[in-house]
């Protein structure tokens, strides 16, 4: 019973949509009617402004860091694989894709994704170099095919044969997978828009 606090927090602070906030104070709109039509970062980029765009990254950055970070630090899980852990962490970003507050009609994920990783890095320390070859594979898509959504599918990839690779944990394989699910799953959309030649590029 005590382990289900952290795991709704995580998801109640994982549902807050960062990004319609911004757009709806900062223009009064609903970022939902604009651009794709998505709440997250890349979106408010190029509707409301790069500096509000990176605001929102930021925040859906911390509000998917701090979970795994908090609960590791300060709950006593009474699990050595860090099980709840990893709970949490799946809990941010199924908060931000599906959000209570938005009618379960979120984000992507990807930001508060990479926020949960590094959240996840100060307990597992070997994903820190899964980390930054899936961000530097990210960075190499996105310079060839300028297509954010592209670029965060086949990082989501990377990350998941990069923990193959560097032999992790079974609970790290199992959440990369759970991950690329996820990443795919959001981006259902785009992949079409990818293959017809009409996905925004960045």
Known sequence: MRESIPIVLSYLLGSIPFGFIVAFVVKGIDIRNFGSGNIGATNVFRVVGKAWGIAVFLLDFVKGFLPPFLVARFFNTGHPQGYLILACAVLA????????????????????????????????????????????????????????SLASMVSAVAFVVFSFVFKVSGEIKFFSFLLLAFIILRHKKNIKNILAKKEYKF
């Open 93 to 148: 970003i199924i908060g931000h894709n599906w959000p209570v507050f938005l009618r379960f009609k979120g984000g992507k994920g990807v930001a508060t994704s990479v926020g949960v990783i590094f959240g996840l890095g100060f307990v597992f320390s070997h994903l820190w170099l899964i980390l930054g070859l899936s961000l530097l594979v990210f960075v190499v898509t996105f310079l060839i095919f300028r297509y954010v």
